[in-house]
């Protein structure tokens, strides 16, 4: 099976004309499942950026073929993207919210022809394992090093880490660790909890029996963070005076509604949120709106997938519409422009996106509504977790 596919994928590459009339880009998201907002926030940030800039580029229309996987399952993301590529004949894959989808499909890139715009996975390793990924989301490593100097700040001096047990939440929690104790601070312990754990209550009570001052967290974004936040308050962890510290995932805006005031004062640091102030994000806020349908619903994912929208632009542009996966990573080596998130580049050894984190805090706007209000800058910050992987 594995021959025949590599000698499918080479007829493809082959075959591909100069100039297509159509050059399909393969998106693999959660677009149903408990995870399914993520996958819709993937689509409204390309039905956004395709809606201000067109779906062409040249002589060539842009065509946006999606699969769903409703929940990390490694397996069913390479055999769709070798469908993809084989049957669809896709010149550009991208998505990925889940790790392991993303380090799955790395392997078949070379022989496809095919980039990858990675619109979500944050474990810093993908990078590495082909020439052919380029990010344009962000590393847990990369949002997580520096929620470690604000609580150490904040005169925090003893931390328990609580992190889901994948690539992301094992980054998470060695990022926070390595700059809360380089600060001077100490993880008295650290809890990896299965992807699927939805009770926090136990959780909970070995957070108070440890002695921490204060608890840093990572979960992936969706229902398990909704419930992480609300356990954390349902069992009296914030009446006690125990600080919460944790990467924009746990505070993503789609989930402020329903955590309402229990939210309010929570600081985390991200690459973006929303509520950003910039006559950018203003036009892609109205554009992701129209697109997704409900503000309230627009979250992270959109950005990345509108920012990858515009890398993959660039890499058409520069092949003239051949296939040409190569050529085409080389040609966004050292790109730069202003995201709706702030200023960012593409850098040219790493292919990871070096962009702005923001210490942000939850609060409630003027019109009733909660956001995450950014409070302070750490600028053109790459990402230091490559370090740890070479």
Do not use: C
């Not at 810093?124 to 590393?139: E, G, N, Y």
């Amino acid at each position: 099976m594995k021959k025949l596919f590599l000698a499918a994928i080479a007829a493809v590459a082959m075959g591909t004309s100069a100039y297509a009339d159509t050059i399909k880009v393969g998106v693999i998201g959660p677009f149903s499942g408990p995870f399914a907002l993520q996958g819709k926030n993937f689509k409204a940030g390309i039905d956004a950026y395709m809606a201000v800039n067109g779906n062409t580029v040249g002589s060539d229309t842009v065509e946006i073929v999606y699969r769903d996987v409703p929940q990390a399952d490694p397996a069913q993301s390479k055999a769709l993207a070798q469908e993809l590529i084989v049957k669809e004949k896709v010149q550009y894959l991208a998505g990925f919210y889940f790790t392991p989808d993303a380090m799955a499909v790395t392997p078949i890139l070379k022989q496809g022809n095919v980039p990858m715009v990675i619109m979500n996975a944050a474990t810093s390793a993908i990078v590495t394992k082909s020439p052919l990924v380029v990010r344009t989301s962000f590393t847990t490593w990369q949002t997580s090093t520096p929620i470690a100097k604000v609580a150490f700040d904040a005169g925090v001096k003893k931390v328990i880490s609580v992190v889901s047990d994948y690539g992301p939440g094992i980054d998470a929690e060695n990022a926070f660790k390595a700059g809360f104790e380089k600060a001077g601070g100490q993880v008295v312990e650290a809890i990896r909890m299965p992807l699927a754990t939805n009770d926090f209550s136990p959780i909970m009570q070995r957070i108070k029996d440890s002695g921490a001052e204060g608890v840093f967290a990572f979960l992936p974004s969706g229902p398990t963070t909704l419930g992480f936040v609300k356990a954390y308050n349902d069992n009296g962890l914030k009446a006690a005076g125990i600080k919460f510290f944790a990467p924009g995932d746990l505070t993503q805006e789609s989930d402020l509604p329903a955590l309402g005031d229990a939210a309010l004062g929570i600081q985390t640091t991200f690459h973006y949120a929303v509520s950003h102030d910039s006559p950018e994000n203003k036009a892609f806020v109205e554009a992701a709106t129209k697109a997704i349908g409900n503000r309230a619903e627009l979250s992270f994912p959109s950005v990345s997938a509108y920012d990858g929208m515009h890398v993959i632009y660039k890499m058409i542009e520069a092949t003239g519409g051949k296939q040409d996966a190569e050529k085409a990573v080389d040609a966004v080596k050292g790109l730069a422009w202003t995201s709706p998130r702030g200023p960012v580049s593409i850098d040219p050894e790493s292919r990871h996106i070096t962009q702005n984190i923001y210490l942000r805090e939850v609060v409630k706007a003027d019109d009733g509504t909660y956001i995450n209000k950014e409070v302070q800058t750490f600028e053109k910050q790459g990402d230091p977790g490559l370090a740890a992987v070479k």
